[in-house]
Structures are given as structure tokens and as C-alpha cells.
């Protein structure tokens, strides 16, 4: 079993950045691929970033694309977002995943491909 813990959300202006944290403990860290995702209230939960194992390569959504960042550290056990050019938009629990790919290069971009699920973090956006 892998646990995750985001943290780092808060109330924010538009045009503000945030960065957010998550830590993983249980299992190998650099053995999962990580993914954040987000849940804006009535919607689906959404796609935001993944990185792969090594933190090589990274995938995004499009509405992101150009204004969040994933990154990691394998040896902190640790996933970040970090957040810029805030917009109201962006306003939603973001939650962060872990998922064991079948390459080491593999990014995921589907919640069915994840096995382990954090708690979320609330992020809201002010106009």
C-alpha cells in the first residue's frame, strides 16, 4: 500500500501561483509513475500532468499546458505542481496518483491507470 499526502492548496488571486506537494510512503517511490489530477465541484474529476519513474518525461492537459509544472523527487518521495498564471478556472480539490507503468519512460494520463489515490488538496481561485 502506498500513501500520499498533498498539501499546499489555498485561496489565491488570480494571476497568483501555488506549488503543490505531495509525499509518498509504503512503497518505492521511483517504481510508480505520478499524475496529478483535479474535481471542480459538479464536474468529473480531470486530468492535469503526469511524469513518468525518472521525472524525464512529463504530459499535460491543455488547459494547463504552458502554466503548470510536474516534477519530482525521487529522493524525497516526493510529486510537486507548480502552479502559475492562476485563473478561476483552475478552481478544484487536486489530487495526486500513483501507477505502476509497464516502461519506465511511460507517462499515464487515464485515472484507471493509477493504483493509489491521495486525499486532495482544496485550490481556489479568486477574480
Not at 517511490?29 to 512529463?58: C, D, H, L
Not at 494520463?109 to 489515490?117: L, Q
Amino acid at each position: 500500500q502506498m500513501h500520499l499526502v498533498e498539501s499546499g492548496g489555498g485561496l489565491v488571486q488570480a494571476g497568483d501561483s501555488l506549488r503543490l506537494s505531495c509525499a509518498a510512503s509504503g512503497r518505492t517511490f521511483s517504481s510508480y509513475a505520478m499524475g496529478w489530477f483535479r474535481q471542480a465541484p459538479g464536474k468529473e474529476r480531470a486530468f492535469v500532468a503526469t511524469i513518468n519513474r525518472s521525472g524525464g518525461n512529463t504530459d499535460y492537459a491543455d488547459s494547463v499546458k504552458g502554466r503548470f509544472t510536474i516534477t519530482r523527487d525521487n529522493a524525497k518521495d516526493t510529486v510537486y505542481l507548480q502552479m502559475n498564471s492562476l485563473k478561476p478556472d483552475d478552481t478544484a480539490v487536486y489530487y495526486c496518483a500513483a501507477g505502476r507503468s509497464a516502461l519506465a519512460t511511460m507517462v499515464l494520463r487515464w485515472g484507471s491507470e493509477y493504483d493509489y489515490w491521495g486525499q486532495g488538496t482544496q485550490v481556489t481561485v479568486s477574480s
